[in-house]
Nanobody, 126 residues
Framework: QVQLVESGGGLVQPGGSLRLSCVASGFTLEYWAIGWFRQAPGKEREAVSCISRHGDDSAHYEMSARGRFTISRDNDKNAAYLQMHSLKPDDTALYYC??????????????????WGQGTQVTVSS
């Protein structure tokens, strides 16, 4: 069964850090571009960051994530990560990882991602 499972979310104070994990099963994540997306209550889903397939590892960050978040992958573990620092209340959302065949330096288009996880909740609050 093709599946992505996110973990690592939780409640953190403003300024804190979290590391989200995304583990794949049923397919080899190395051959896919990976994206992180988020959706806050009452808002549309938005892209956070994405990374190309193994061998290039080009990465794109949306403005909200630049300088604070880092996307990475570990092909030995069939996993991807999103390290988040300096978290703000505006970062509160359900975070999803997704896998797709294409990556673009111009942005992370959710329509290009075909396998999605169930999400992990991140809440930034004092």
């Amino acid at each position: 069964q093709v599946q992505l499972v996110e973990s690592g979310g939780g409640l953190v104070q403003p300024g804190g850090s979290l590391r989200l994990s995304c583990v794949a099963s049923g397919f080899t994540l190395e051959y896919w571009a990976i994206g992180w997306f988020r959706q806050a209550p009452g808002k549309e889903r938005e892209a956070v960051s994405c990374i190309s397939r193994h061998g290039d590892d080009s990465a794109h960050y949306e403005m909200s994530a630049r300088g604070r978040f880092t996307i990475s992958r570990d092909n030995d573990k069939n996993a991807a990560y999103l390290q988040m620092h300096s978290l703000k209340p505006d970062d509160t959302a359900l975070y999803y990882c997704a896998a797709g065949p294409w990556y673009s330096d111009d942005g992370c288009d959710a329509r290009e991602y075909h396998v999605w996880g169930q999400g992990t909740q991140v809440t930034v609050s004092s």
